[in-house]
């Protein structure tokens, strides 16, 4: 079904025609049985289409930039439906220029239904939204929504009045971003808000000129849901505040995933839960926090499991157990198989996980520290500390096994702390060192020590 059978219901406005009325009625036509309704090449102005009818419809365009839906400056979203099952909207470009609020899609308690290869322009404050219920409220929840390779450029705003460029939210379940691009747009690029098993999968969020002050995945999530989890998978961050951010109740995993010169990497912002971060490489992250003492490129306020994680470049340090008074758990954080280039701070006053486990990790030109750490544990195990050494003001237990510090022109162990058996180095090798200790009486068994600097 060709919405240009209906070319006769179009209604002359300024600049052109709005083709509303021929949309709507071609949909009517099939909107019992269902089927395919087509926008052809070539650019139509539509107001809003606002639709609770649609199961089993594709709505299909001849492509991003062929076919072109120019919204009226109309309220509304160009695509409102609501409790539809297996309902497609796919192939075309809408520019949202002229909305005074509002923007391009909008899927309300929809179940199997699917967004894909859509393009979204110039948004008022939002542009695609996966929303649990329907705009109108209601009991049917979503579920099992995609969004594939689509793409929004340039949103004008975000809160109060506006949402993420693309955001699962409201209780909407297992919903799927994969392939999407945010490019210069207002807020967080991209927004899991209280939906349990959102997955990003692919997605890119790009900032070009001064960096946003907002973060490029956020996740939230304070209500009680039963396995809240959320999941990015190779997804890519550059010029944000914040590449990853976890906050709440979510269950957040990171996979293989980048962030490239923004202020924060991952950032638990009093997160509940344990975030599972691996395959992880930040460059050249860090500017404008470099002398902030609770903040880091990787900061969280509870346990985290960090694994093959990559700095380069990096201007500031990290912080893996944050400085928030309202949390700190005896739950481990784990860091392994990691190569940091700035220090790694452990613990503030005892906030965040007070046992850090550290195992094939390398520090280049960096160091450990902490600070008034009385109740954390800190456990080293198969560590290569390249010029790097470790630095705190009193700590429960520092046990160093399997490790070895080279090339460090600098003392190894510069420790606040007269106590006795708090620090115990184990089969550790040193080679190249100024001195094993400083105001600290370690232990040591099985070490070999060579080339000793003056």
């Known amino acids: 079904m060709n919405i240009r059978k209906f070319d006769k219901l179009k209604v002359k406005v300024e600049g052109g025609y709005d083709y509303t009325p021929c949309l709507n009625a071609a949909l009517d036509e099939i909107r019992i049985r269902g089927g395919i309704v087509e926008i052809p090449k070539g650019e139509f102005s539509i107001g809003s289409i606002n639709r609770n009818d649609l199961s089993n ?85 979503a579920y099992n929504n995609q969004v594939i390779n689509c793409k929004v450029y340039g949103q004008r705003r975000y809160h109060p009045t506006g949402k993420s460029p693309f955001i699962a939210g409201d209780g909407a379940l297992r919903t799927i971003f994969k392939g999407c691009v945010v490019v210069d747009c207002k807020g967080d690029a991209y927004d899991s808000d209280n939906a349990p098993f959102s997955k ?162 390398t520090l280049i030109n960096t160091a450990i520290r902490y600070y008034h750490a009385n109740n954390t544990r800190l456990s080293i195990e198969n560590c290569q500390f390249i010029n790097s050494f470790i630095s705190g003001n009193y700590i429960k237990r520092n046990i160093i096994k399997n490790s070895i510090f080279k090339d460090s022109t600098s003392s190894l162990i510069a420790i606040s702390d007269g106590r006795e058996n708090h620090t115990t180095f184990e089969n550790c090798e040193f080679n190249g060192f100024k001195s094993v200790a400083i105001n600290a009486k370690p232990v040591g068994r099985n070490n070999k020590y060579t080339n000793i600097r003056d």
């Open 200 to 361: 990003f999968i692919n997605c890119k969020a790009i900032n070009n000129g001064e960096r946003s002050s907002f973060c490029a995945f956020w996740s939230e999530g304070e209500q009680e849901v039963q396995n809240h989890y959320v999941t990015w998978e190779n997804c890519y961050a550059e010029n944000y505040s914040s590449a990853f951010g976890i906050s709440e109740k979510v269950k957040g995993t990171i996979l293989s995933s980048k962030a490239v010169n923004c202020q924060k990497a991952v950032s638990g912002l009093n997160n509940k839960y344990r975030i599972l971060i691996k395959g992880f490489k930040a460059y050249e992250c860090g500017e404008g926090i470099e002398v902030n003492e609770t903040q880091g490129i990787f900061s969280f306020t509870n346990c985290a499991t960090l694994e093959g994680v990559i700095t380069q470049g990096s201007v500031a340090k990290n912080a893996f157990s944050n400085y928030s008074l309202k949390f700190n758990t005896y739950h481990p954080t784990y860091i392994e198989s990691c190569e940091f280039d700035k220090q790694v701070y452990i613990s503030y006053g005892d906030t965040g996980s007070r046992n850090i486990i550290l195992k094939d990790v």
């Open 57 to 141: 419809v594709t709505v299909v365009g001849a492509g991003k930039r062929k076919t072109r839906i120019k919204k009226l400056k109309v309220r509304g979203h160009v695509f409102t439906i609501n409790d539809c099952d297996n309902f497609v909207l796919k192939d075309m470009s809408i520019d949202c220029a002229n909305t005074v609020f509002e923007g391009g899609v909008w899927y309300g308690g929809m179940r199997n239904s699917l967004v894909k290869n859509v393009e979204v322009m110039n948004s008022d404050n939002t542009s695609i939204v996966i929303a649990g219920e329907g705009i109108s409220g209601g009991s049917r929840k």
